[in-house]
Nanobody
């Protein structure tokens, strides 16, 4: 049974930083491309960042230069370092393995950016 468990969300002030983690089990983690997505209230789920098997990252324009995705295959974990957070980054952040269409999803972790 595949499980993706996100952690690290919370309340942070604008300009602050958070690091999200996603621990995976039940799959051969190292062969999967991993991703972070987010869904703000009243909006569709959107891609934030992806990382390939070879640890090459790609980012949405809205987070480029502020967020960094990384992975530790020894720990079956993918991370999202988020710096210079803005109120518009407020959303539930979801971890994904294997792509949006047919992949696996975590339960999400809430990030709120507010003064």
């Amino acid at each position: 049974q595949v499980q993706l468990v996100e952690s690290g969300g919370g309340l942070v002030q604008p300009g602050g930083a958070l690091t999200l983690s996603c621990a995976a089990s039940g799959l051969s983690f190292s062969i999967y491309a991993m991703g972070w997505y987010r869904q703000a209230p009243g909006k569709q789920r959107e891609l934030v960042a992806t990382i390939t098997r070879g640890a090459s990252g790609a980012y949405a324009d809205s987070v480029k230069g502020r967020f960094t995705i990384s992975r530790d295959d020894a720990k079956n974990t993918v991370y999202l370092q988020m710096n210079s957070l803005k109120p518009e980054d407020t959303a539930v952040y979801y971890c994904n393995a294997g792509g949006m269409a047919h992949g696996y999803w975590g339960q999400g972790t809430r990030v709120t950016v507010s003064a």
